[in-house]
């Protein structure tokens, strides 16, 4: 699976959005950029993915670029509770493939 | 609402005895699971893809000896740590992948805390 690149750390303010960038310049034609966050003491929890075009659902938007070498996990109103590490991971799609590899993801601190 | 669960979500172990961890995939059937540990302030490591009705396949340096897998049904995966001693102590993560129409997406259990005194 390709590389991720993410900033080790981010702060945002309640109610703001936050916007994780995360960059993937080896990525393949065939896998997937998902998006996991894990709050203390929790396994990780799934918010998106997206191959080409962005994506959201009721927890974020996924803005991936043309190129597709980098991405954004966009939070559009940032709570206290949102204060989580947050992993980008590529994957290659289907069947048994593709555990996931996690970095060391962004530890995103939402501040009142 | 969770769709992989673990059970214990944290157990206390004296050293030299086995403790098992349960994951199971809820209301989906999962073929293939995997294993991770997480050690205080680092990411999640793979351990070991657990197939269903198969030996799981182990991550160079995991000892399959020591932590036994046993993916025995669709829904449930089991890893047992023998012999546990106190460097053994981690956060353990399942996770399963569910097949859907939508989407092939993984989702992963809350988490077993292992302490071994």
Known sequence: ?112 | GAVVSQHPSWVICKSGTSVKIECRSLDFQATTMFWYRQFPKQSLMLMATSNEGSKATYEQGVEKDKFLINHASLTLSTLTVTSAHPEDSSFYICSAIWDRASGNTIYFGEGSWLTVV
């Not at chain 1, 303010?13 to 709050?39: D, F, K, M």
């Not at chain 1, 947050?86 to 501040?111: A, D, E, H």
């Open chain 1, 1 to 112: 699976d390709a590389k991720t690149t993410q900033p080790p750390s981010m702060d945002c303010a309640e109610g703001r959005a936050a916007n994780l960038p995360c960059n993937h310049s080896t990525i393949s034609g065939n896998e997937y950029v998902y998006w996991y966050r894990q709050i203390h003491s929790q396994g990780p929890q799934y918010i998106i993915h997206g191959l080409k075009n962005n994506e959201t659902n009721e927890m974020a938007s996924l803005i991936i670029t043309e190129d597709r070498k980098s991405s954004t996990l966009i939070l559009p109103h940032a709570t206290l509770r949102d204060t989580a590490v947050y992993y980008c991971i590529v994957r290659v799609w289907g069947g048994s493939q593709g555990n996931l590899i996690f970095g060391k993801g962004t530890k995103l601190s939402v501040k009142p």
